[in-house]
């Protein structure tokens, strides 16, 4: 059974960090391109960013760009977002996904096969 279980969310002031985990099992990590997904309140789930299977590659939403970084450690099976400089409005729902796919990056929801149960990022300002 495929599991993705993120932690790490919480409440943080605007300008302040946070750095999200999300934690794989049945399946083998390595070979799936990964991503991260918002839903803040009121609205649709947006893309945020993502990574090839490697490492290597990234690619993030324009919104995101230059504040969030994606990594990730396939010995641990684990996906990352490091969060800086964050704003009100990145106020939102976080869920990591997986695909099994030889395409680098995935950014549209129905590309992904495996989605976690989310955690909730608050930013006051």
């Known amino acids: 059974q495929v599991r993705l279980v993120e932690s790490g969310g919480g409440l943080v002031q605007a300008g302040g960090s946070l750095r999200l985990s999300c934690a794989a099992s049945?399946?083998?990590?390595?070979?799936?391109?990964v991503g991260w997904f918002r839903q803040a309140p009121g609205k649709e789930r947006e893309f945020v960013g993502t990574?090839?299977?490697?490492?290597?590659?990234?690619f993030y939403a324009d919104s995101v760009k230059g504040r969030f970084t994606i990594s990730r450690d396939n010995g641990k099976n684990t996906l990352y977002l490091q969060m800086n400089s964050l704003k009100p409005d990145d106020t939102a729902i976080y869920y990591c996904?997986?695909?099994?796919?030889?395409?680098?990056?995935?950014?549209?929801?129905?590309?992904?096969?495996?989605w976690g149960q989310g955690t909730q990022v608050s930013v006051s300002s």
């Open positions: 996904a997986a695909d099994h796919t030889y395409s680098y990056f995935l950014t549209r929801e129905n590309e992904y096969s495996y």
């Open positions: 990574m090839s299977r490697s490492g290597s590659r990234t």
């Open positions: 049945g399946l083998t990590f390595g070979t799936t391109t």
